[in-house]
C-alpha cells in the first residue's frame, strides 16, 4: 500500500501546480500581460500562499505502508511488517478462512492479540514502559470496592 502525503485541503498538489504556472510566468518576456495566466495563478494562490517565499513541499511524497487496516469484512487490520503475517478482524473470522494467513485473530481473542503485539514490539507493555508508575495506573487492592476485610 502507497500513502501518499498532502494537507487536508490538497495544498501541496495545489503548489506543485502553481509552481509549474510560475515557471512559465517566470519565463516568458510578456507574462505580465497574460491576464488569463495571471487570473489562474491568483486563484490557488488563495490556498497555498506565496510559493516562491515559502515553498510547500515535501522531500517524499509517498510512503509504504504494510500494515494497514480496512473497513471490508466487518473491519481488518493487517500486519505485514510483523515477524510473521498476521490479521485481527472486527468481525467474523471464519469469513477470512480461505486466506494464506496463518496468525488470524477476531476480537474476543485479547490474549492472543496482546501477545502478538507484544512479540513483534508494537506495543509497550505500561509494566515495563520507562519513567511510568504503572501501579499508578493500573487498579490495585486499595483501588476497589472491597472493604479491608473482604480482601483477606
Known amino acids: 500500500m502507497r500513502v501518499e502525503a498532502d494537507t487536508t485541503g490538497g495544498a501541496i498538489r495545489q503548489a506543485q501546480k502553481l509552481g509549474t504556472k510560475l515557471v512559465r510566468f517566470l519565463s516568458h518576456e510578456d507574462a505580465w500581460f497574460d491576464d ?12 497555498t500562499g506565496d510559493v ?35 490479521l485481527v478482524t472486527c468481525g467474523d473470522k471464519k469469513v477470512l478462512e480461505g486466506l494464506a494467513i496463518r496468525y488470524m485473530f477476531d476480537l474476543t481473542e485479547h490474549n492472543r ?6 512479540l513483534n514490539d508494537l506495543v509497550e507493555l505500561i509494566v515495563k514502559a520507562r519513567s511510568v508508575d504503572a501501579g499508578a495506573i493500573m487498579p490495585g487492592p486499595c483501588r476497589t470496592n472491597f472493604t479491608p476485610s473482604q480482601r483477606l
Open 36 to 47: 488569463v495566466l495571471i487570473a489562474v495563478m491568483i486563484e490557488p494562490a488563495g490556498g
Open 52 to 86: 516562491v517565499r515559502n515553498p510547500i513541499e515535501l522531500k517524499e511524497m509517498s510512503f509504504d505502508q504494510r500494515n494497514s487496516w480496512t473497513a471490508h469484512y466487518g473491519g481488518v487490520y493487517l500486519f505485514q511488517d510483523a515477524d510473521h503475517l498476521a
Open 113 to 118: 492479540i496482546a501477545k502478538f503485539l507484544e
